[in-house]
């Protein structure tokens, strides 16, 4: 069974920068994509930024999503952050897990963690 757990959340204030961590765990898995999504309060879930299985840094605006190999995870770097960045954020991996020698598809969320944006 494959699990993901984020950590890193807490209260920062703004113009300030964060790091999130994604560590999957499990046996016998492979990662497609990674992803970050966040929810406001009151709001629906977003997309934040991701990388493919394969990538080392990917950027998108103020969101670096960078790989930890010694630590097989996901980072989030959020920079010159915004109250409006507060929310709940959650990391999705997507891959393929060997189960008795058969290849299974797997989607699965991270139960959050919460970033809290002071002005």
């Known amino acids: 069974q494959v699990q993901v757990a984020e950590s890193g959340g807490g209260l920062v204030q703004a113009g300030g920068s964060l790091r999130l961590s994604c560590i999957a765990s499990?046996?016998?898995?492979?990662?497609?994509?990674t992803d970050w999504y966040r929810q406001p309060p009151g709001k629906q879930r977003e997309w934040v930024a991701g990388?493919?299985?394969s990538g080392v840094t990917s950027v998108t605006g103020r969101f670096t999503v960078s790989r930890d190999k010694a630590k097989n995870a996901v980072n989030l770097e959020i920079d010159s952050l915004k109250p409006e960045d507060t929310g709940v954020y959650y990391c999705?991996?997507?891959?393929?897990?060997?189960?008795?020698?058969?290849?299974?598809?797997?989607?699965?969320w991270g139960q959050g963690t919460q970033v809290t944006v002071s002005s």
């Open positions: 499990g046996s016998s898995f492979s990662v497609d994509h």
């Open positions: 999705n991996i997507r891959g393929w897990r060997s189960i008795r020698g058969t290849l299974s598809p797997f989607d699965i």
């Open positions: 990388m493919p299985g």
